[in-house]
């Protein structure tokens, strides 16, 4: 029993402690429906206490996403116990750190704020009070969080920031956690957080979803960056970074709802669904019509049932995660897989092009224009002569040998390698296999290049995220495929296959995409990319066709952005090791780094070959901010 009369009782105060003292995990029920739950042994507790005189969404997640906090009823204080078992975790954590930190957080008064000229309601600005006692201490501490919760922007606004110096730095109406001579006594530092309310409607009380989940996700960063200062400046801790604070387990629920998420996911091939059963009948029937007859596509028929999906990814409640970084994650993926499933009930009519830039977007102008530069300039360096050529049954051959060596590294490495008669010339990664179209004709100077494409980009990442607790990472986060095609696409670069012949081809997808979106025809596309760009007739119905396919696909627009985005990323400074672990977007490489940071996700088992040949990292190392994509054919082209 954790009560005894609706008290702490000191065996439960025992067994905390002693739990703390070995450096284990604590979740341990309070009075009073209260929680504390420690990660680990860490220098910090964040508190709430329910105020029992009023309604107060929102404001328990601010501290319940941080790996030490304790909830309680906002009368719990005037119970024997709550006090004593602070005051005893703080003094275990002393005994082993130095120091230790309590950070209690509430939220100010709800008010409605209206325009004094006309009198309209405005949207709050987010606003801060930090609540030290007499000296001003722990002064490192306090500017820390002070100079990030000025950073936490809510309606487009920064926040404000006050800093009080008061002896009282707890909520109105409720008593001290610990008194000031007992802080003082044992080595503790008590700091108050009060938070205006800007994630709840001022009148009923009810959350703003949005809001909460993107100010739930700011106030978190900002609790842990002065968290990390207060270990490095006041405990004998030493975190690599603020990351690692965080939470190192996943709960239950979070990995419920990641296993729902990922097993829906894999219900349906998606670009499987939406790639036509019959492109090589009607590439022949397209000939001999003179290329001017559009040509019919057929499709694979559903076997499931579009509606009955949507159902059962409604009823996954990501809203309910009180991570609010992984809330977030969730929440995305459960709109585009929304998304894709409407895609899938409207393929082959014109409800589908719409779905298709809600989830791949259309193309930018400056995509575009870029796109236009490489057939421009690369309109001269097409191989000339005859190529040697290798089959399906050749390719696939060269790539279980390849596979080969990923099963040697790691047993989780299952992929497998089919040829396929209903799928046209070409390659597809669908789930962990590679499938290859019969009438597949690839150019043995290019074979190692989409090798390392298909399956040391990714395969290698839908293995490596199934080796990781979430197991979204190996079916993809929400808008992954830009990055994917991008890494994919550079390492066709890092191994010196990535030809002037390859980057036309990436190029024309772009525009044959944006020419989609206009609303040009099959037929006007097809003939454009022959005659004013120069494409043999079977690579521009090739070309085409992706794009056209299921009713309008923008997503091959996605290579040359990806690839760009690479060069974004790896000329600030970023890192390839992250982009390994998974299938991830760019904006998620935050989040994955806090994740490794703090241990909740593993280092990846595979890593790709090509990144310990000595040309790949000297090609790697030359990547700097001012390299731009038709540097990389250049390069490439000086090294032949």
């Known amino acids: 029993m954790n009560s005894e009369d609706g008290r702490i009782t000191s065996q439960v105060i025992e067994d905390v402690c002693a739990r703390l003292r070995e450096n284990k995990r604590i979740q341990q029920p309070l009075p009073g429906g ?22 107060d969404e929102g404001t328990s997640k601010l501290v319940m996403s941080e790996a030490s906090y304790l909830c309680a009823p906002g009368n719990a204080v005037q119970r024997s116990g709550l006090r004593e078992l602070i005051r005893e975790i703080a003094k275990t954590a002393i005994d082993r750190l130095g120091s230790f930190l309590i950070m209690e957080i509430w939220s100010g008064e709800d008010r409605v704020e209206t325009d004094e000229v006309t009198g309209e309601l405005c949207l709050p600005r987010a606003m801060f009070q930090i609540l030290a006692r007499r000296p001003y201490r722990p002064q490192g501490t306090v500017a820390t969080l002070e100079f990030a919760l000025q950073r936490v922007r809510v309606h487009r606004r920064a926040a404000k920031v006050e800093i009080k110096m008061v002896a009282e730095n707890h909520p109105n109406g409720m008593k001290e956690l610990m008194s000031e001579a007992v802080e003082t006594q044992i080595g503790c530092h008590v700091m108050g957080l009060e938070v205006r309310p800007v994630y709840r409607d001022p009148e009923t009380g009810e959350l703003y979803d949005r809001i909460s989940r993107s100010f739930g996700r700011q106030v978190s960063h900002a609790l842990k960056k002065s968290f990390f200062v207060f270990a490095l400046t006041r405990t004998e801790m030493r975190p690599e970074h603020y990351h690692a604070l965080g939470t190192s387990r996943l709960s239950m629920q979070i990995l419920t709802i990641d296993r729902k998420l990922a097993e829906l996911s894999r219900e349906f091939k998606f670009l499987l669904l939406v790639t036509p059963i019959n492109a090589e009948r009607s590439w022949n029937s397209f000939v001999e019509s003179g290329y001017h007859k559009p040509p019919s596509f057929e499709y694979r028929p559903l076997d499931q049932d579009p509606l009955l999906l949507k159902r059962r990814l409604m009823n996954i409640h990501a809203e309910r995660v009180d991570n609010p970084t992984l809330a977030h994650v969730f929440r995305q993926t459960q709109l585009e897989l929304d998304r894709q499933i409407t895609m899938l009930a409207d393929i082959d009519t014109d409800r589908f092009l719409p779905g298709s830039l809600q989830v791949f977007d259309r193309v930018a102008p400056k995509l575009r224009d870029l796109a236009r530069d490489i057939l421009s300039n690369l309109a001269d360096l097409e191989p000339v002569g ?21 099963r040697d590294q790691s047993p989780l490495f299952a992929a497998n390698v089919t040829i396929r008669d209903d799928i046209f010339s070409g390659l597809l990664v669908a789930g962990g296999d590679l499938l290859i179209g019969r009438q597949t004709r690839i150019a043995k100077s290019r074979a190692e290049a989409l090798l390392q494409h298909e399956v040391g980009t990714h395969l290698v990442t839908y293995f490596n995220g199934s080796a990781q607790p979430l197991r979204l990472l190996q079916v993809g986060l929400a808008g992954y495929d830009a990055l994917q095609e991008g890494l994919a696409v550079f390492a066709e670069y890092l191994v010196g296959g990535l030809s002037a012949g390859r980057m036309r081809t990436l190029a024309a997808r772009v525009i044959a995409a944006d020419q989609l979106v206009q609303g040009l025809s099959f037929l006007e596309v097809f003939s454009q990319l022959v005659e004013a760009f120069g494409f043999e007739p079977r ?69 790709p070959k090509y990144l310990d040949t ?10 700097n901010p001012d390299t731009t994509v038709l540097d990389l054919i250049s390069k490439t082209r000086r090294e032949l």
Do not use: W
């Open 34 to 55: 209260g929680m504390l739950q420690m990660d680990r042994l860490l220098p910090f507790l964040c508190v709430y206490r329910r105020n029992p005189t009023r309604r």
């Open 386 to 406: 005859e190529v040697e050529m290798m089959d399906a049954n050749q390719f696939a051959e060269f790539a279980d040998k390849e596979i080969q060596y990923y």
């Open 539 to 607: 690579t521009a119905y090739t070309i085409t066709l992706r794009v056209f396919r299921g009713g309008g696909l923008t997503k091959d627009a996605l290579y040359l952005q990806g690839l760009v985005k690479i060069l974004d990323y790896l000329g600030s400074g970023g890192d390839l090791e992250p982009l390994m672990v998974g299938k991830m977007a760019v904006q998620h490489v935050p989040i994955i780094r806090e994740l490794l940071l703090c241990g909740v996700l593993r280092t990846p088992p595979l890593r």
């Open 614 to 623: 000595p040309a790949a990292r000297d090609r790697l190392a030359k990547i």
